[in-house]
């Protein structure tokens, strides 16, 4: 920001006056940046540090209810691109079933209840409640596959967080990954949150792969009219996370086309 000529690092614009000839003043977009960033970090701890990706399916689903299959390192590269693209206000939050958990669990340990859950070590008594959890979020985020001790009481959370939400009417993404499905052998399963949750549209990510893109830029290349020619066979390094794309069948994907991602069931969202 200290850098900028546009406000000289003050973050501010002038906009004129009002009828009463007070100044007025705009964000400078690069004070808009620096909040965008700050809130997708806010979202989810240094989101920002993510795989950068072209686009994501999820970005359809701002205002909608999706259940998610895919890594953490993909749904972290999904979550920076969606997040990016919300502005520095839009209020989304990624939780996971251990802070469900946790939450639950607090008004207990504000009322001296012995707490039988390990995972449960250091309960928070700024969640004090469930409902104070995961109602604010205008899009709830819920990361399953975190809580690792079992708890008998964990399905009937997962699905008193889901139904909240679906009450005051806000979208809620439920994500599981590959090898941890949302199935009955998975500690926060029941078969209510899975009737629930298979309502909603299921976006499964292909992996999203850090790599280095090499493009070797043949002589074949056209080069536009009055351009300098292009040397035959520069080669075009840039440090990034390349999509294979449809090159063999063997490789990643960085994600499935848009057209895969069929819009139904987002329940009186849109
Ligand atoms: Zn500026």
Known sequence: MSGCDKCYGTGYLDAGTDARGIPLTKPCPCQIAKDTVRNVNRAWANLTSAPKITRSPLSAYTGGNVYVTATDATLRAHLRHVGLRGGPYWYFKVVTDSDLMTAWLSPAALVGKEILDPDAATVSTEKATLVDLV???????????????????????????????????KPTWVVDQP????????????????????????AVLDDVQPGLAIELVTGNVESPQGAA???????????????????????????????????RNVKGFK
């Not at 840039?238 to 069929?262: D, H, L, M, N, Q």
């Open 135 to 169: 109602d604010p979020p205008e899009l709830l985020v819920i990361r399953l596959g975190v809580k690792s001790a079992r708890n008998s009481a964990m399905g009937e959370v997962l699905l008193e967080a889901l139904y909240h939400r679906a009450h005051v009417g």
């Open 179 to 202: 090898t941890r499905r949302f199935d009955p052998s998975h500690i926060a399963f029941s078969e209510d949150g899975l009737h629930h949750i298979q309502q909603w549209h299921h």
């Open 229 to 263: 020619p292009r040397p035959t066979g520069s080669l075009t390094l840039s440090a990034g996370y390349s999509s294979p794309g449809a090159s063999t069948g063997t490789t990643t994907r960085i994600e499935r086309p848009e057209a895969t991602v069929k819009k």
